[in-house]
Structures are given as structure tokens and as C-alpha cells.
């Protein structure tokens, strides 16, 4: 099997200059008609100090971006219509993703429709799904019923059972039990129950949750009835450790595994450099040392997922 992968350079934002004709254009606030948004976001963390920095990027044309204000600039930037500086914070957060933040940004770029940044949280989220910072985390609970569901329906989920989808949507039920037990029959046929051993099946038909609401339990059943028993399973359930081999004269990498005698050829980008060395992490991101000679070497990522 061949793939190409997809490797992105590491660096990080701070400052950037920003175009003539978008500084000399900006009108007061007063000027533009309120703007809402879904969730609320609106108004939380504009401060004087956040259209301070607004305004000392207007004059000067340099704009500095970090993860604590990116965004609130943002913010400011949708509501002024500073496009130039609303692309740069999208651009930021987007290769800002990581476990730590792909709930958080996840929720923001859902509020204000910014595709590259949604698109990047969702791959994260899936791909760490199982991990503390993403399905076992206070954010994670705090999402909307519908960002829970577009989560869970995804093939891409990286488990190794369907129960610890189950898991995760009683954690954001039991969050907020009185309010959310009501959309639960709408989140139930998300889950691919037909995914689960009878063992596992029997355990939570004896939840609480499902025992004491005839409806649920109900639900449930329907569900196991009516999937097929070709439902598609989730990425993390087919997956496989693997050796990663490379060569500084091939254009390639090998990931084998000779249990089973399978192995993916892997080519590189046509523009990375030429690899000196790389390295996989428990989080099976391959860090990729590459240049032309080791008086400039760069730093690239990719997944092996």
C-alpha cells in the first residue's frame, strides 16, 4: 500500500505585518451594525486592552498574536472587519490545534464558522478522542448537544471499543443531568451499538441511566434492531503497531509490521528537503528533521494516523 503524507513545517506566530489599504479603511465601531452569534461568544473579552492592540496595528501595521488573546482578536477583527487580521488569527489557531486545546477551539470556530480552524479541531478530536484532554475533559462536557453529536457520528473516532463513545455521552449527560437527558434519544443513534460485545451491551442496558427510563432503554433496543450488521467501524478500532523504516536516499518511509506481513510505502512531499533523521511520539506524530545541510535544518510533523 502507498500514501502520500501530509507534512506540515513547525513554527510559531507572534508578529506580523499587516496591509496599507485594510489599516486606512477601518471605521469606529459605530459604524457597523451589531453582529450575533450563536453561542454567545460576543462581547467576552473586548476590553480596551484587546481594541488597544486593534488599534496600535492600525498605526503601526504590526500585529502580535498569542494563544491567551488569539480569540478575542479574532473577536475584534470579525466585528471591525479587519480581514487581514481575522485570517491571520484563524491561520494561528489553526496550527495552534493540538490535545490540549482542539475542544476549545473546536467550540469557537464553531460559533463563528471558521472552517480551517473547525476542520483541524475535528481531525484532533477524533484522533485523541479517548485521551484526558479531549472526551474526559470539563470542556468536552460543555459542549453543545449538536457538537456532540457531529463528534460522535464521525468514522474517524479513535477508539478501540464503541464503549468509550457510550462513556464519553454519559459524562456529558451526568454534566448536566436535568437539562441534558432529554436530548439523549436524539444522541443515541450516533453510537454504533451493533459495534458493541454482549457483555458490553448487557452493561449498559443495566446503566442507570437506561434503567430507570423505559424510553431510553427503548430507544436503544430499536437502535440494535434496526443497524446493520455491516456498520462501518471507527478508525482506532483497525489499527495496528508498526516499525517505521527510513532512508536519507529514498524519497519514502515504511511503516511494517511482520506479524502480519504488511507494510505502507509512505512517500514524502516533493518540496520537504532531504530527511536527516525522525521520530515517532506516544502520540504517533513523526517529527521529521530535514534540510539541505545542517547549517539550516528544519522541523516537520506529520501523522500516522
Given at each position: 500500500?502507498?500514501?502520500?503524507?501530509?507534512?506540515?513545517?513547525?513554527?510559531?506566530?507572534?508578529?506580523?505585518?499587516?496591509?496599507?489599504?485594510?489599516?486606512?479603511?477601518?471605521?469606529?465601531?459605530?459604524?457597523?451594525?451589531e453582529?450575533?452569534y450563536r453561542?454567545?461568544?460576543?462581547?467576552?473579552?473586548?476590553?480596551?486592552?484587546?481594541?488597544?492592540?486593534?488599534?496600535?496595528?492600525?498605526?503601526?501595521?504590526?500585529?502580535?498574536?498569542?494563544?491567551?488573546?488569539?480569540?478575542?482578536?479574532?473577536?475584534?477583527?470579525?466585528?471591525?472587519?479587519?480581514?487581514?487580521?481575522?485570517?491571520?488569527?484563524?491561520?494561528?489557531?489553526?496550527?495552534?490545534?493540538?490535545?490540549?486545546?482542539?475542544?476549545?477551539?473546536?467550540?469557537f470556530?464553531?460559533?463563528?464558522?471558521?472552517?480551517?480552524?473547525?476542520?483541524?479541531?475535528?481531525?484532533?478530536?477524533?484522533?485523541?478522542?479517548?485521551?484526558?484532554?479531549?472526551?474526559?475533559?470539563?470542556?468536552?462536557?460543555?459542549?453543545s448537544?449538536?457538537q456532540?453529536?457531529?463528534?460522535?457520528s464521525?468514522?474517524?473516532?479513535?477508539?478501540?471499543?464503541?464503549?468509550?463513545?457510550?462513556?464519553?455521552?454519559?459524562?456529558?449527560?451526568?454534566?448536566?443531568?436535568?437539562?441534558?437527558?432529554?436530548?439523549l434519544?436524539?444522541?443515541l443513534?450516533?453510537?454504533?451499538?451493533?459495534?458493541?460485545?454482549?457483555?458490553?451491551?448487557?452493561?449498559?442496558?443495566?446503566?442507570?441511566?437506561?434503567?430507570?427510563?423505559?424510553?431510553?432503554?427503548?430507544?436503544?433496543?430499536?437502535?440494535?434492531?434496526?443497524?446493520t450488521?455491516?456498520q462501518?467501524?471507527?478508525?482506532?478500532?483497525?489499527?495496528?503497531?508498526?516499525a517505521?523504516?527510513?532512508?536519507?536516499?529514498?524519497?519514502?518511509?515504511?511503516?511494517?509490521?511482520?506479524?502480519v506481513?504488511?507494510?505502507?510505502?509512505?512517500?514524502?512531499?516533493?518540496?520537504?528537503?532531504?530527511?536527516?533523521?525522525?521520530?515517532?511520539?506516544s502520540?504517533?506524530?513523526?517529527?521529521?528533521?530535514?534540510?539541505?545541510?545542517?547549517?539550516?535544518l528544519?522541523?516537520?510533523?506529520?501523522?500516522?494516523?
Amino acid at each position: 500500500m502507498r500514501s502520500q503524507c501530509e507534512v506540515q513545517p513547525l513554527h510559531h506566530h507572534h508578529g506580523y505585518r499587516g496591509p496599507r489599504n485594510e489599516r486606512e479603511n477601518v471605521l469606529p465601531p459605530r459604524f457597523y451594525q451589531e453582529r450575533s452569534y450563536r453561542h454567545g461568544f460576543l462581547g467576552a473579552g473586548l476590553d480596551a486592552a484587546m481594541f488597544g492592540e486593534i488599534l496600535r496595528y492600525i498605526y503601526s501595521g504590526t500585529l502580535h498574536v498569542s494563544l491567551d488573546r488569539v480569540q478575542h482578536l479574532y473577536q475584534a477583527a470579525d466585528l471591525l472587519h479587519l480581514d487581514y487580521v481575522r485570517d491571520t488569527c484563524s491561520s494561528y489557531m489553526a496550527v495552534n490545534v493540538e490535545r490540549s486545546t482542539c475542544v476549545e477551539l473546536y467550540k469557537f470556530a464553531d460559533a463563528f464558522a471558521v472552517d480551517i480552524v473547525l476542520d483541524r479541531c475535528l481531525q484532533c478530536i477524533c484522533r485523541h478522542f479517548a485521551k484526558p484532554k479531549v472526551s474526559i475533559s470539563e470542556e468536552f462536557c460543555s459542549l453543545s448537544v449538536d457538537q456532540l453529536t457531529e463528534i460522535i457520528s464521525q468514522d474517524e473516532l479513535e477508539v478501540k471499543e464503541e464503549t468509550r463513545v457510550w462513556e464519553a455521552v454519559v459524562r456529558w449527560v451526568q454534566h448536566s443531568r436535568e437539562d441534558r437527558l432529554q436530548h439523549l434519544p436524539s444522541v443515541l443513534p450516533h453510537i454504533r451499538f451493533t459495534l458493541l460485545t454482549s457483555d458490553a451491551m448487557a452493561a449498559i442496558l443495566e446503566h442507570p441511566l437506561v434503567r430507570e427510563d423505559p424510553g431510553i432503554s427503548k430507544v436503544i433496543r430499536n437502535e440494535v434492531q434496526t443497524e446493520t450488521s455491516t456498520q462501518k467501524t471507527r478508525v482506532g478500532m483497525d489499527t495496528q503497531e508498526m516499525a517505521l523504516l527510513f532512508g536519507s536516499s529514498k524519497r519514502e518511509m515504511l511503516c511494517m509490521n511482520p506479524r502480519v506481513r504488511r507494510y505502507i510505502s509512505c512517500g514524502y512531499p516533493a518540496d520537504l528537503p532531504p530527511v536527516v533523521t525522525m521520530t515517532v511520539t506516544s502520540d504517533n506524530d513523526i517529527y521529521i528533521l530535514a534540510g539541505h545541510s545542517h547549517a539550516e535544518l528544519s522541523l516537520f510533523v506529520t501523522s500516522t494516523s
